[in-house]
């Protein structure tokens, strides 16, 4: 499903209602929400906005566990850290416990072996079924997602929940939720918009199949619900 605003602002009121939505869905019938979040630009008004005294006071935050969809292999305060950026605008302000909160990044440990440790933790919360109740996620203006970049390795991985790789173009190691693992979810929200990307969101959307090129693609929920939010400006049609 495509859901098309006429500005970027008004994604921002539409994504949050979703998100509390689903979180007291959650808690309601299973007593906690399985969350992971997504980086980049495209979140923040929505984190802002779920930080006010309006929306947070709408969750119970301490039946909230978050996780993220992809990050760089950076430290958590480091300013590229996916991880940060979630805590300054939205995590420290709800009173959500530090317990709840899983960052794929951890001293000690190489990518890899973070990421086979990730996987272990995800299972120790969801067991073998691995659900998430909802994954966020952005896009790219080369039609990525997470950290499921164009031409990559990890775009063909059908076993691992988690993968770390060594990014080339970008001279960095990328941990990530892979494909197969974020097609289990419940509900799968991709927030993006503006003209920068509106070649790859029309291909991804209505062009071939060819996730190789465009690995959003990819993104096909098994039995969960896929949805789109856009502005005019990221669509030609």
Do not use: C
Not at 83 to 93: E, G, P, Q
């Amino acid at each position: 499903m495509v859901s098309i605003f006429s500005s970027k602002e008004e994604i921002t009121p539409y994504a949050a209602n979703i998100f509390v939505a689903a979180a007291k869905n959650a808690i309601q019938k299973r007593g906690r929400f399985l969350v992971a979040l997504t980086g980049g630009s495209s979140p923040v008004s929505i984190y802002k906005l779920l930080a006010t005294p309006q929306y947070k006071a709408k969750i119970d935050w301490e039946n909230v566990f978050i996780f993220w969809g992809d990050e760089r292999w950076v430290p958590l305060d480091d300013e590229r850290s996916n991880a940060k950026m979630s805590s300054d605008y939205l995590l420290n302000h709800v009173g959500i416990p530090k317990s709840n909160l899983f960052p794929m990044y951890k001293e000690g440990f190489s990518p890899e072996e973070y990421a086979f440790e990730y996987e272990k933790l995800i299972k120790s919360l969801t067991g073998e079924h691995g659900q998430f109740d909802m994954i966020l996620l952005g896009m790219g203006d080369d039609g990525h997602t997470a950290s499921l970049f164009p031409g990559e390795a990890v775009l063909h991985e059908n076993n691992k929940w988690v993968s770390a790789y060594y990014l080339e173009s970008q001279s960095m190691y990328r941990i990530t939720l892979t494909a197969p693992f974020i097609n289990r979810a419940k509900e799968i929200v991709v927030i993006t918009f503006g003209e920068s990307k509106a070649h790859a969101l029309n291909e991804v959307l209505y062009g071939d199949y060819n996730p190789e090129k465009y690995p959003t693609q990819l993104i096909k929920p098994f039995d969960g619900k896929l949805l789109f939010l856009t502005d005019q400006a990221a669509i030609n049609r």
